[in-house]
């Protein structure tokens, strides 16, 4: 058995080898592992390091990477199915649709979306905000909020000055950006978590929507509201 330098949940998953980033795989690192199969979600490669792995008789699983729930359901389902544990899988879809109800019902009570950013580290002292088309746009979505940032795609560079200009009532910061950029926008409300418990879209999903939720109705529901008010 072996995982990919971003995989570092549930804690086992340390003490595995490690085959490499996941999209810089090669070969060598994979084979040396003597896996019976290899899973991926359609993001790892390169193809040529798969084409040689599959040519030395490892079975390829690729499961949908779509960050959505539907997404969620099908690769939980298809790795359940696969594994020979369907009802297992069928547990685990259901916890999280538990989690994501009690944040719908949650966000049903807002008077309006809060306004929200999401930062991640890009160097010392630097962040990228996450517009549309990206992993955080789609947590954003499922945590009743809006992007502050969804007239672009992808991620890019920001400054204090263009967070603060887009009048978030909230941010989320991933990882490293919480010590290098959060302290810079203080009297924004901010949620700082590691960014696969965040971004993984995997078992803890249900965990990362209802706390971004519980979160906004604590620290931006009420703000977002206000803001609407003082505009009317």
Avoid: C
């Avoid at 086992?12 to 980033?21: D, T």
């Avoid at 200009?165 to 901010?190: C, E, N, S």
């Amino acid at each position: 058995m072996g995982a990919d330098t971003t995989s570092t949940h549930p804690p086992e998953a340390e003490s595995v080898p490690r085959v490499g980033y996941q999209r810089a795989l090669t070969p060598e690192s994979i084979l040396a592992v003597r896996p019976y199969a290899l899973l991926h979600d359609g993001s790892a490669g390169p193809t040529s390091t798969f084409e040689r792995v599959r040519n030395a008789g490892v079975q390829i699983l690729t499961v949908s990477g779509e960050p959505t729930m539907d997404g969620f359901r099908d690769r939980v389902r298809t790795v359940g199915h696969w594994l020979g544990v369907p009802e297992s899988a069928d547990r685990l879809v259901a916890g999280i649709e538990k989690d994501i109800g009690e944040a719908r019902r949650t966000q049903s009570t807002w008077t309006r979306p809060p306004r929200l950013v999401v930062l991640m580290a890009h160097g010392q002292g630097n962040a990228i905000a996450a517009g549309r088309d990206t992993r955080a746009n789609a947590l954003i979505r499922l945590s009743g909020a809006t992007n502050a940032f969804e007239d672009y795609s992808g991620y890019r560079p920001v400054s204090r000055e263009g967070v603060l200009a887009r009048r978030p009532d909230a941010m989320v910061i991933t990882g490293a950006a919480a010590a290098d950029f959060g302290g810079l926008l203080a009297r924004v409300p901010q949620y700082a978590q590691d960014t696969l418990f965040l971004l993984g879209f995997g078992p803890r999903l249900g965990e990362a929507v209802l706390g971004v939720t519980r979160f906004l109705d604590t620290h931006a529901a009420a703000r977002a509201a206000a803001t609407q008010t003082t505009r009317a």
